[in-house]
């Protein structure tokens, strides 16, 4: 599995909105500047995950992006699924049933990608989010913070 620009830029952008204190709206430049990610790319990713129902907007002069749920109810594999990304194996194989070795291969394969795909669903940005303080706490830093 490849994790491409728009999946990284995605879990950054909603690890930092999760990393905001009271998970208060933040406007794309905010996020952007913060996490050094080009603006124009990364209103595109929040307007999908808006639609995906990941994030909302809030208009005004204090408005912009914040979470649509908690931390803990929104999975990579949600994120992922919101900007389009797939992690199904590609390209698609089908084993010849003549051959163990085809087969046992073909086998681990897709065992592994359901382990994945698992993991995905089951890691949650609360995690995430615990991890990035935990990291915070032993260089010494409080609130800044750069995914």
């Known amino acids: 599995m490849k994790l491409t620009t728009r999946s990284h830029y995605s879990v950054k952008a909603l690890l930092d909105l999760s990393l905001q204190a009271g998970y208060g709206p933040c406007s ?27 994030v909302k907007s809030v208009r005004g002069a204090q408005g912009g992006y ?5 931390p803990e109810e929104i999975s990579l594999g949600r994120i992922l699924d919101a900007v389009g ?27 592994l990608h359901e382990k994945l795909k698992s993991a995905l669903y089951t890691i949650t940005l609360a995690d995430l989010y615990y991890d990035a303080r935990s990291w915070q706490a032993a260089r010494g830093e409080e609130n800044n913070f750069i995914v």
């Open 85 to 111: 990304e797939t992690i199904e194996p590609l390209p698609r194989h089908s084993p010849n049933i003549n051959m163990a070795e085809d087969w046992v291969t073909f086998s681990l394969w897709q065992r």
């Open 28 to 54: 794309v430049r905010a996020i952007a500047n913060r996490q050094d990610l080009p603006a124009p790319y990364l209103e595109k990713l929040l307007i999908q995950m808006r639609q995906a129902g990941i």
């Open 66 to 70: 914040q979470l649509a749920n908690k």
